[in-house]
């Protein structure tokens, strides 16, 4: 039933990797003529290449990707989230996330990738933990913050203790308690900047502006209390990490999709079908706690 949904958004992209094909240009309209970076999700744009060369209908071809994705996660869950198949299944089953799986749009590859990222910092994975980063930057403008906050996260040590006290005292402890590895947050560091300011050079030197047309049209838009509380909902569960060994991943989930959480609450949000901008924080979070709980 949700595989037949497209949301016409999905077509913004689409049509980069048709004019690229048709007319050789990589523009929403197939001419030099003020070409405009109205996509946010450039691996998708570029995806849309496949088809469009191989005569493919553009539409079947991303529902395909879309069943591979999904099998991908299963089989990817399935292997990390052991005993916890309930949960699995559960989440699997919502509406939203079968939408978001085949409406065209980036979203579940973005939920996907985000709760992969969160697993291999919890596991430290520091190769992986690039890689997903780095996938991210070309899925959601919202994955930008992680240049600065995966480095951080690396400059502090990894081990876990059990902090004992009131949560300002858990956070002194944690704090006093830290050896810095500043060598290697500046190699990963490094490893992120360079590629993203490769990202935004090319943008810039393309469409006349390092970043989407979307962010200056729908950003700044004013505070929006509603959707600060609202979207705030799907982030509390997080609280509960600092009363846990896990206070350091706790730090960068708070801050991460804190920061997100702010660009949603200032921005003029569109395409809101089945609560995509709060599945944005919710599927990431939910499946990293799954990941906990199957530990």
């Keep these: 039933v949700f595989s037949r949904f497209t949301a016409d958004d999905a077509f913004i992209s689409w049509r980069y990797g048709k004019n690229l094909v048709d007319a050789g240009i990589w523009a929403f309209n197939p001419s030099a003529f003020d070409a405009t970076q109205a996509y946010t999700n450039p691996i998708f744009a570029a995806l849309s290449i496949i088809p469009n060369l191989l005569g493919w209908d553009v539409v079947l071809f991303f529902k395909l990707f879309s069943f ?156 929006n209390a509603v959707l600060f509380l609202s979207f705030g909902f799907f982030l509390l569960p997080a609280l509960a990490l600092l009363f846990t060994r896990q206070i350091k991943m706790a730090g960068f989930i708070l801050a991460l999709f804190g920061a997100i959480l702010l660009s949603y609450s200032t921005s003029s949000l569109s395409m809101n079908y089945a609560a995509r901008f709060a599945y944005h924080i919710f599927g990431p979070c939910f499946i990293y706690f799954v990941y906990l709980a199957s530990r």
Excluded: C
């Design 68 to 223: 591979a994705v999904l099998g991908l996660f299963a089989l990817w869950a399935r292997t990390l989230l052991s005993g916890s198949g309930l949960l699995l299944v559960a989440f699997i089953a919502l509406p939203a996330t079968m939408i978001h799986v085949f409406a065209g749009l980036e979203t579940f590859v973005f939920v996907f990738a985000m709760a992969a990222l969160l697993i291999a910092l919890h596991r430290h994975q520091l190769a992986r933990s690039i890689w997903l980063t780095l996938l991210l930057f070309v899925t959601r403008p919202e994955a930008w913050v992680l240049v600065v906050l995966v480095p951080v996260y690396y400059l502090f040590s990894d081990h876990t203790r059990e902090y004992q006290g009131s949560l300002v005292q858990r956070i002194r402890g944690f704090l006093s308690g830290q050896t810095l590895q500043p060598a290697r947050a500046f190699v990963v560091a490094a490893a992120l900047v360079i590629p993203l300011g490769v990202y935004f050079f090319f943008h810039l030197q393309h469409f006349g502006h390092a970043l989407p047309n979307t962010f200056y049209i729908k950003a700044n838009d004013g505070f």
